[in-house]
């Protein structure tokens, strides 16, 4: 049985409403394990990208701390495999080698 997933018109939409909240590592509650369970999908750039519960809070808040300093935080780069996109944290933002634990994907 699928989920319903709210489609919102930006990242910080997304955030306000799917992640502000929570108050744990994950936005699914977890410590460990995948979870490709989606947990809403935004616009950005002209496209739409999907968010894997199993992202960390603490990437996206800083995301979102960017866009609220008028900065992009995000990078478009190829998933491994080379078969799709993802958005990862440009260098402003996160340090580089840094796990990252963002799991941002472009939608088809």
């Known amino acids: ?60 808040r800083k995301a979102f701390d960017a866009f609220n300093n008028n900065q992009d935080p995000f990078i478009e780069i190829p998933t491994n495999g080379h078969k799709g996109a993802c958005l990862d944290l440009n260098s402003a933002v996160i340090a580089k080698g840094k796990f990252k634990h963002l799991y941002i994907y472009k939608t088809k």
């Open 1 to 60: 049985m699928k989920n319903n997933v709210n489609t919102y018109n930006s990242f910080v939409d997304f955030f306000n409403i799917e992640v502000n909240s929570i108050n744990s590592l994950r936005i699914d509650g977890r410590t460990k394990g995948g979870n490709r369970e989606v947990a809403g999908k935004f616009c950005y750039m002209g496209n739409l990208w999907k968010v894997h519960k199993d992202s960390h809070i603490e990437p996206l």
